[in-house]
């Protein structure tokens, strides 16, 4: 195994990492809803299970109410019966054509509360990436002992490794930070 190689699984890791954490937070919301939050939610439908967004169109009506328009109407049970077992907490409202989905604004208290929680999320990102970081050091470590790569290689690979963890922490850290600015709002 050449250090490319390495690099290359490293990256992909780190990317697994940031879109890990991304579908992690984007639950989470202050005053403001967003369409996010409806991506992982799945409607019983025509004898199958798919995306609410397959189903129907969402658009945002003002910061806490989304509208969620089906394609068939007929589906409109089973997008309530979506959401309301989905844990998002929000009203419900069937007006025939579309369903109308809002939620409360947050107290202060809620939000520093769901900053904590975004923090702890950040945490464990950050840990995820630093463990994948321990990971290919042990491996470029054993190449340079096994005669594979120079030691020069290995303190080359040492450096381009940290370049890629600083870019890492980076994206996570904008992206938290980008959420937490959206929390406050």
Partial sequence: MDTKKIFNETEEEFKKTTSWFKNEISGLRGSRISIELFDTLRVNCYENTMSLKE??????????????????????????????????EGNIKNEGKRILFSVPIASQEEKEKIIKLLKQKLEQAKESLRHTRDDTWSKIQELERNGEISEDDKFKGKDELQNLINNAEKEVEKIEDLKEKEIIQ
Avoid: F, M, Q, Y
Wanted: hydrophobic share 40%; net charge negative; aromatic share 2%.
């Fill in 55 to 88: 189903v129907a169109t969402l658009s945002l009506i003002d910061p806490k109410t989304v509208a969620i328009e089906p394609w068939d109407k007929s589906l409109n049970p089973a997008i309530e019966k979506c959401l309301t077992n989905s844990g998002l």
